[in-house]
């Protein structure tokens, strides 16, 4: 049984610890907000929060989430995540939208720690993140934008 607060509930699951907390969430918890890309931690589109800080689900094994929280698409919330929200809407970041859930927790995190980021800053914490659709540029700008919304 692995034990670790999952969007703010405590959750156990009793389920195979080897297994990729991708499809722990997905497939036994019922988040699909967490999308699978590559299964190889290249691409981002698993990117969740564990304890507060970005890793990909696709890659990280069940057992190490034990007595951690973590935090999903689903489940972020607060000022900097309604900043982010916000500004991914008014500059109409999202094509596809598949990745858009990593990219946003990869946001938020960025914006969590260091609420007036640089372009390199940006990029740095953007690194990694593939969208499909090449929306980079849009991204970019709505990271700025929420920053700027922070105040």
Wanted: charged share 20%; hydrophobic share 45%; proline share 5%.
């Amino acid at each position: 049984m692995i034990r670790f607060v999952l969007n703010g509930r405590e959750t156990a699951l009793d389920l195979d610890p080897d297994m990729p907390l991708l499809w722990a969430l997905r497939d036994h918890a019922g988040l699909t907000g967490t999308k699978f890309g590559c299964g190889i931690a290249q691409c981002g589109a698993c990117t969740v929060h564990l304890d507060g800080m970005p890793i990909r689900a696709c890659v990280t094994p069940l057992a190490a989430v034990e007595g951690a929280a973590i935090t999903t698409i689903e489940g972020v919330e607060g000022p900097v995540a309604e900043a982010v929200r916000a500004a991914w809407t008014e500059l109409d970041v999202v094509q596809c939208g598949y990745c858009q859930s990593g990219q946003l927790m990869a946001a938020i995190a960025l914006l969590t720690e260091n609420p007036r980021p640089g372009a390199a800053e940006i990029e740095a914490a953007m690194e990694g993140h593939i969208c499909r659709c090449g929306t980079y540029q849009r991204i970019k700008a709505a990271i700025g934008d929420a920053a700027a919304r922070l105040g």
